[in-house]
């Protein structure tokens, strides 16, 4: 056998392609915010993260723009070494007080700050429990902690289960050091952690939280504070993880939490210390995100009428909607085939959504991720619902 062999006969998505119904990789040309270019025709944009539109105002371009007349392109290098600017610290800075912790810590992408946080946090003897619909980068954190430290080190629980959560934890011995990893937002279901009783069980079996709040910050919370404002529980979640590709309309990650823990992973996390840090136009769009989001607390509000409105319309034509409190509306079809036939009329009929099937969610809940911007205005949303409604009769799946 060679090591090639399983890609050659890697065929599924070919099979897919042939059939016209492949709905991964499509190029976008131009982005208007709620509308794009693709496939050489505009196309209702309902399948983005950039939750308050920030990614194509114009201020946050032009920020970006000027960052990079004044300090170029890229850092080449680490920002252990070479590579901190004075608005990588002014970012730090901020992001700290936006979220009411001590200091934060920047990472290149929201995957590898998971990464980046998790593995230096665990050492021998000491403990992972994760949630087991966390996101892709938290899974990766904890496999390379089991790699390190053996295979107990790594506890899971069923998805937002606290009954479960407390049974494994209880059972772990008291003293030893424990981290609790839980998404704030699950990013496909749109599901909201449990977090008071998981801070109650946190709090009991002495556990450290990290919430990563990749899908909270900028969306839920006073003025997009996030998840643990939510729930007025800021101070109980001992590290608070975001990322920039949301809400912040740039490409990047943080955590925020005590000073000695944010130092102590600044100086033991190889995500960090051996990848180039953010660069200047990133950093710099994100700054004005921020001041922005601070500004005008109205884009939350309409950003959440928006994701409700059509939230409603589906369930109202009889789809079945998963129910939420996120501009993340998830419609569930149920089978892949289906899937991407009900995406492809779509994006045919000018809507671009998100196609999730296994293993993104468990098979038989497969289904179509919506998700909104402050940007969208009613005759985007009305044209969505149109035509969800248009091929979801062509389709059977509603009356
Ligand atoms: N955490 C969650 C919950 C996410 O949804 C994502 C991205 N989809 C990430 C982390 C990774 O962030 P990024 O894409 O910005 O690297």
Not at 88 to 100: M, N, P
Not at 103 to 118: E, K
Not at 326 to 350: A, Q, Y
């Amino acid at each position: 056998m060679d090591l090639f062999d399983k890609c050659y006969a890697f065929k599924r998505h070919e099979e897919v392609k042939a059939m016209g119904l492949y709905p991964y990789f499509q190029p976008i040309y131009e982005n208007y915010g709620p509308v794009v270019k693709m496939d050489g025709r505009e196309i209702i944009m309902a399948g983005s993260n950039n939750y308050l539109g920030l990614t194509t105002d114009p201020r946050v371009k032009e920020a970006a723009i000027e960052a990079i007349k004044k300090y170029g392109t890229g850092c080449s290098g680490s920002r252990y070494l070479n590579g901190t600017l004075d608005i990588h610290i002014k970012l730090e800075e901020q992001l700290a007080d936006f979220v009411g912790k001590e200091a934060a810590l920047l990472f290149s992408t929201g995957f590898q700050t998971n990464q980046g946080a998790i593995v230096p946090l665990i050492g021998k003897d000491e403990y992972v429990i994760s949630d087991k619909d966390n996101h892709a980068s938290i899974v990766q954190g904890t496999l390379i902690s089991k790699g390190l430290w053996g295979s107990d080190v790594l506890v899971r629980y069923r998805h937002n289960d606290m009954k479960h959560l407390e049974e494994v934890i209880s059972k772990l011995p008291l003293e030893a050091g424990k981290l609790i990893v839980t998404d704030g937002v699950f990013s496909m279901s749109g599901n909201i952690v449990n977090l008071p009783e998981l801070v109650r069980i946190a709090r009991t079996y002495n556990a450290r939280i990290m919430l990563d709040d990749a899908h909270g910050l900028g969306v839920l919370g006073k003025g997009g504070k996030g998840t643990a404002n939510h729930f007025g529980l800021d101070d109980q979640v001992d590290i608070i993880m975001g990322t920039f590709s949301k809400s912040f309309a740039s490409l990047g990650g943080f955590i925020a939490g005590e000073k000695p823990v944010i130092d102590y992973i600044k100086h033991h996390s190889p995500a960090l210390i051996f990848s180039a840090s953010m660069t200047p136009a990133q950093v710099a769009a994100v700054l004005k995100a921020l001041e922005i989001i601070k500004a005008e607390p109205e884009r939350i509000e309409r950003l959440h009428y928006n994701a409700n409105k059509v939230r409603r319309g589906l369930k109202k034509l009889g789809f079945n909607v998963l129910d939420g409190q996120t501009p993340i509306v998830p419609v569930v079809i149920g089978d892949d085939l289906l899937t991407f036939k009900f995406w492809r009329k779509l994006f045919d009929n000018g809507v671009f959504v998100n196609a999730v099937i296994s293993p993104a969610v468990p098979q038989g809940m497969q289904l179509l991720r919506l998700s909104f911007m402050a940007t969208h205005e009613d005759k985007h949303l009305d044209i969505v619902l149109e035509k969800f409604e248009k091929v979801g009769k062509e389709l059977a799946l509603i009356d």
